[in-house]
């Protein structure tokens, strides 16, 4: 490992920037468009080196108190533009909600057929009340106490359905079949003999069913399809309009061609198509000096991403200066030379959730890596603004899945059992998303030789996602290419045993803005959770004392990363503790 290290220290060696004293513009929206009021109201809105990095270590005293961040105060005089933290105070379920709606219960499953005895296959009588809720326009399907057996896929298809168990402890789905059986094989896109499975699907499935009949119709004719939000071959889309002028990260209003096709409420993607000389990923990297020599042409499998695609919601339109407010901050710049437009996207489930159950998987071995049967548990794709609140899985081979989610909120989630793939999940231009109060617990069973451990993971440009106060039992940081960027995992301990993915072909590990924030390190590796060394203008803030062992992530980039480091040894001392709850209290 000697040469591996001293790689790290090398290449990773980090600049701390002094950030700026920028304050707060006028005329940003600081309240959260709904769905019942599709829009928002607009309104105004010194330290010691440590190995690998420099920064700012002030976040403890003398006696081993809090005192408030030396990086949390440059934030707060620039939440929407600092280089090394992303703005990630709205991500989650509309724009990071505390509550779910309570929608009138419509429809009981014990009505159609569902017996709590698991004494008979309850799946289609649970999709035919899913159903039945969808054609009224809405509501909540119960699932009353019990252990229902299910040997198909559970699918919530229409908007503001919500699917209502007795509570993880009292209601129980057993599924006994998994996707391969149930749907069919699942081929890689790109080459090779990996199943699709181990990293797709779920046997339950939130996704529009337009879009869903779709993927699988491709799936099952072996036509291996993009998931994200432009369709199985991304040309479901037309433009709405391009950017008239150049826009920064973090502004919230821009100038468009022509704003007739656009309207208070709508949702829309921001398209950015990269350049010939590969400009659009730098920037995703932060600009660094490294970024200028890095090999972007054989990362055939990053560039398929690209265009990045980012979902977002008007909320002002001003027709005769030409400008529309958004409802959140730019994630990039919007530069000529990319293209920028804003199109229509697939049409998205929305308003949609999972409470109160436990899917129970039958016990299986884990399969090898990359040869998943699909066993899997909760999927959210083309997803926005829907929840999963209080769910266990188990003995799944993977466990959450976020597929071209976006401001979706994970609450009190659990993967328990014999051990999985991928055990959270955040792919395919997924954005704004929200995991908090997770368990990812220890595996009630041996590992069997030739498969894989990530974690949580985040990947495929993938951007402000956060993962709050969680415990991870084991497991890792999992960031697995795809150079995924802007991304928050706070307030989280973790026995590090996992290790991150990614092909090769699919790029960097990381792109700028990771945050690192009060982290509890239980077994002492460093391996992707102290990032000063390796991921461009990120922070890592109050991570246990950690050491180099058993590490496969070496830094993408030469020179220079202008990454900080601050408390390091200390996640006891830091203030504020939670990176997402404090830039909530900003809003």
């Known amino acids: 490992m000697g040469t591996e290290i001293d790689r790290r220290r090398l290449l990773g060696g980090a600049l701390g920037l002094a950030a700026g004293a920028t304050l707060l513009g006028a005329g940003v929206p600081l309240l959260t468009a709904t769905d019942a009021a599709a829009a928002a109201a607009p309104g105004t809105p010194g330290g010691a080196r440590t190995p690998g990095g420099t920064g700012t270590s002030g976040g403890t005293g003398r006696s081993g108190e809090a005192r408030t961040s030396a990086l949390w105060r440059e934030f707060r005089a620039r939440p929407y533009t600092h280089p090394q933290i992303p703005y990630v105070g709205r991500a989650g379920y509309l724009g990071g909600r505390t509550g779910f709606p309570r929608l009138p219960v419509v429809a009981d499953v014990r009505a159609f057929g569902a017996r709590p005895d698991g004494s008979a296959d309850a799946a289609p009588a649970i999709n035919r009340a899913i159903a039945a809720a969808g054609r009224r326009g809405g509501g909540t399907v119960l699932v009353p106490p019990g252990t229902y057996r299910v040997d198909d896929v559970i699918r919530l298809g229409y908007d503001n359905v919500v699917l209502r168990g007795a509570g993880s402890g009292r209601t129980t789905l057993h599924a006994t079949r998994n996707l391969t059986e149930l749907i069919g094989p699942y081929g890689s896109r790109y080459g090779g003999n990996k199943s699709s499975w181990s990293w797709a699907g779920g046997l339950i499935w939130i996704c529009p069913d337009a879009r869903w009949r779709s993927l699988t119709d491709a799936i099952r004719s072996q036509a291996w399809p993009f998931e994200g939000w432009t369709g199985n071959r991304r040309d479901e889309w037309h433009t709405l309009t391009d950017l008239a002028a150049p826009a920064r990260r973090g502004d919230w209003t821009v100038t468009v061609e022509d704003p007739s096709a ?135 081979d993977n466990g959450f899945l976020l597929v071209a989610a976006k401001a979706c909120t994970l609450r009190r989630t659990r993967v328990t059992g014999r051990g999985s793939h991928h055990p959270y ?74 290790s991150h993915g990614g092909d090769a072909s699919a790029g960097p590990l990381y792109g700028a803005r990771f945050a690192h924030w009060n982290v509890t390190v239980t077994n002492q590796r460093a391996g992707c959770v102290r990032i000063d060394d390796i991921a461009p203008y990120s922070a890592t803030v109050g991570i246990s004392e950690v050491r180099q062992f058993g590490q496969i992530d070496v830094p993408d980039f030469t020179g220079p990363l202008h990454s900080r480091i601050e408390s390091y040894g200390h996640p006891e001392a830091v203030h504020p503790r939670n990176l997402y709850e404090a830039q909530q209290a900003l809003r």
């Open 262 to 396: 656009l309207r208070r409420g709508d949702r829309v993607l921001l398209q950015l198509t990269d350049d010939g000389a590969h400009s659009l990923l730098a920037h995703m990297a932060g600009d660094v000096e490294g970024a200028a020599d890095y090999v972007w042409t054989d990362k055939t499998k990053l560039t398929s991403y690209v265009p990045y695609e980012w979902p977002c919601r008007v909320v002002a339109v001003d027709r005769r200066r030409r400008r529309v407010t958004l409802d959140r901050p730019l994630p990039l710049d919007a530069r000529p030379a990319w293209k920028p437009r804003f199109t229509t996207l697939v049409r998205p489930v929305t308003g949609s959730g999972v409470e109160g159950i436990t899917l129970d998987v039958v016990e299986t071995p884990q399969s090898q890596h990359l040869l998943d049967k699909g066993y899997n548990g909760v999927a959210l794709q083309c997803a926005w603004d829907c929840w999963v609140d209080d769910v266990t899985v188990n003995n799944v």
């Open 425 to 498: 999940c955040c792919r395919e231009g997924s954005h704004d998303n929200l995991v908090e109060d997770f368990v990812l617990a220890q595996r009630t069973v041996p590992a069997p030789a030739g498969t894989q451990l990530h974690g949580i993971n985040v990947e495929g440009l993938s951007s402000y996602n956060v993962w709050s106060r969680g415990r991870m039992e084991m497991g890792t940081f999992d960031t697995h290419r795809g150079m995924p960027f802007a991304n928050v995992r706070t307030e989280i301990t973790v026995d590090n045993t996992g």
